[in-house]
């Protein structure tokens, strides 16, 4: 009887747990859901409508339907910035974070004076766009440029890096990792939050540095590479200022990016719409790719207080 | 004794050994600062030198107090700090909110809204950018800070609610079942629980807020008008166009700008790194 009576209770105070826990859930997510109808839903919406329509900024728009759509999916161009961003995208992404784990590790280390190579690390982070580019510039011109004077240096011959449409990709790429900053910090402040504890519990064990890196710091770390993961792949999808100000998207179309493309239509072709379903077919791209890395997770990232567990 | 001795040895030579590398990537990751700092000491005609030289000569102080006379930077400087400190607040107390119902509550459609958070920056902005100002200028605040704050405030972006989730996410359940037991709020445990563990995270997301709203150039270029409403990200462009670009006063502003972030990342770093202290949970 006793024990019938405790579990009604128990029962009841769940039920008033989880409408409670609703509501403030509702609440505490309002300011986000208020501002998305205020200032970002509207502009989408729009969007969306304009990409099924002719609009040429200074004239009034015409709808032309579905057509768009059939017309961009007949554009080689389409087709091409679309392999040249995927090409970035999945080779640029991984190596981008795994040079970003490298110097989590490296600035995470207990020395005097760390504090000024994690600033020194972090610095391209900060340091304006446009100077960052011109430099490039420089540092792959094939005369005078940096990276073939090392080349040079240890005995192999200068490229034309990015006048050579096989190359102009790659060294994009590898003028990327200077701005591993942003995801340097992510990841130290994910190594910094686990317990120290478990290391200790580790050591006692007898486990050495690699056992201690593979069973603990990396599992606690997959909340901050998944962090990293997902939102590097939304930006690399949408990479566009180095292609605009270093190559405009040649040789040869090699570096014309979906962005750059698409920043063409807008605002020199003035062809808003097209412009339009281009956005809304990267947008659904990646939004797949987004839900399915979110599908996958569940076998990789590990979350200590998951709600699921 | 003798292997007291060698392991001391052995120490030696690995701290020499890190240092030693930390030293080469400190030195290849700093190119663009001192390509910075080397351009903003240069006469205009050295700017686009090649092959370029790295210590200018003669080295052209002067380019500082220049571009100090040549655009209002003083009041840029005031503008700037006020919105990036509206910005940053708002952005720290609505996203951490957001996170931690995103985090730690379980309401139904948590998962797909949790999507269309994150799918609000999946969309180019080219696209939104004329139907974005349409809503600011119904609203009437062109040419005032408010599209700069006020969006901030109502959730903070996608890109920090996220961050705040990832963290928060990995902090024990128990903890929460515990005050709850006590009879604390929802909104109590997210105050006086998860943020007092999350340090770090806040600390993080400070400075990237604070460091994206400072150097920010897009936005203020296409909602503040009147010159005395500009940020140093636009006033900047004052060495663009009026001047043919003078890229070693530029490059000397840029300096000035990004001077304070450098110190403020500098400083900050010791809140980023403190490391959650879980004292107490250890026998759990």
């Known amino acids: 009887m006793r024990v019938k009576e405790d579990s009604g209770v128990r029962v009841k105070r769940g039920r008033r747990l989880l409408w409670t826990e609703a509501r403030d859930g509702y609440l505490f997510i309002l300011p986000w859901i208020l501002g998305f109808i ?23 728009s015409v709808w032309v339907g579905p057509a768009q759509y059939v017309k961009l999916f007949n554009d080689d161009r389409f087709w091409l910035s679309l392999y040249n961003t995927s090409y970035y995208v999945f080779i640029g992404v991984p190596l981008h974070l795994f040079m970003a784990l490298l110097a989590a590790l490296a600035v ?74 942003g995801q340097m910090v992510i990841l130290l402040a994910g190594l910094k939050g686990i317990p120290v504890e478990l290391y200790e519990a580790a050591s006692i064990d007898g486990a050495n540095w690699w056992g201690r890196f593979w069973r603990i710091t990396l599992p606690l770390l997959t909340p901050a590479l998944f962090f990293n993961l997902i939102i590097a792949i939304i930006g690399a999808f949408q990479v566009f200022t180095q292609a605009y100000i270093m190559t405009e998207g040649g040789p040869n179309y090699s570096t014309l990016f979906y962005l750059l493309y ?33 599908a996958l997770s569940d076998r990789w990232v590990f979350y200590e207080g998951d709600l699921r567990r | 004794m003798q292997t007291l001795r060698s392991r001391a040895a052995i120490e030696v030579m690995l701290a020499g050994f890190w240092y030693l590398t930390l030293s080469v990537f400190a030195l290849i990751l700093a190119l663009p600062l001192v390509w910075l700092l080397s351009t903003s000491l240069k006469t205009g005609s050295q700017t686009f030198l090649m092959p370029p030289k790295w210590i200018p000569e003669p080295i052209v102080w002067s380019n500082y107090s220049e571009a100090f006379k040549a655009v209002a930077f003083h009041e840029y400087f005031w503008n700037t700090a006020r919105i990036v400190i509206f910005a940053t607040t708002g952005t720290l107390l609505t996203a951490s909110l957001a996170a931690y119902a995103f985090a730690r509550l379980r309401f139904p459609l948590r998962e797909p809204l949790f999507l269309l958070v994150l799918s609000t920056i999946m969309l180019p902005s080219i696209v939104t950018l004329i139907p974005t100002f349409i809503v600011f200028r119904t609203l009437g605040w062109i040419d005032t800070f408010l599209p700069l704050i006020v969006p901030l405030w109502f959730g903070g972006g996608a890109f920090n609610i996220f961050l705040f989730r990832q963290f928060f996410m990995t902090i024990p359940l128990e903890l929460d079942e515990a005050a709850r037991i006590d009879g604390a709020s929802n909104l109590r445990i997210y105050w006086g629980v998860i943020l007092p563990l999350s340090k770090p995270v806040l600390a993080t997301i400070a400075v990237f807020a604070f460091i994206h709203n400072w150097n920010d150039f897009f936005e203020p270029l296409i909602y503040l008008q009147s010159p005395e409403n500009w940020t140093m990200a636009i006033g900047l462009r004052g060495f663009r166009g009026l001047y043919s670009t003078e890229w070693n006063l530029m490059m000397a502003a840029s300096t000035a700008m990004i001077a304070p972030l450098l110190v403020l990342f500098f400083f900050a770093q010791r809140y980023f790194v403190s490391g959650i202290q879980m004292s107490g949970l250890a026998g759990r």
């Open chain 1, 38 to 60: 205020i200032f970002t839903a509207g502009p989408m919406l729009a969007s969306l409508y304009i990409s099924f329509t002719r609009w040429e900024i200074v004239t009034p």
């Open chain 1, 108 to 181: 995470n280390l207990n020395l005097r004076g760390i504090r000024f190579f994690r600033t020194a690390y972090y610095v391209p982070s900060l340091t304006p766009v446009v100077a960052n580019s011109i430099l490039w510039v420089w540092i792959f011109h094939p005369n005078w440029g940096l990276a073939n004077a090392f080349l040079q240096w240890i005995g192999l011959e200068g490229l034309y890096w990015l006048q050579d449409p096989r190359l102009a990709k790659p060294a994009l790429i590898v003028m990327s990792f200077w701005s591993i900053g």
């Open chain 1, 262 to 294: 698409l920043f063409r239509a807008a605002f020199e072709n003035f062809r808003m719409g097209y412009a339009s379903a281009m956005a809304w077919v990267l947008f659904i791209i990646v939004l797949l790719f987004t839900t399915l890395q979110f």
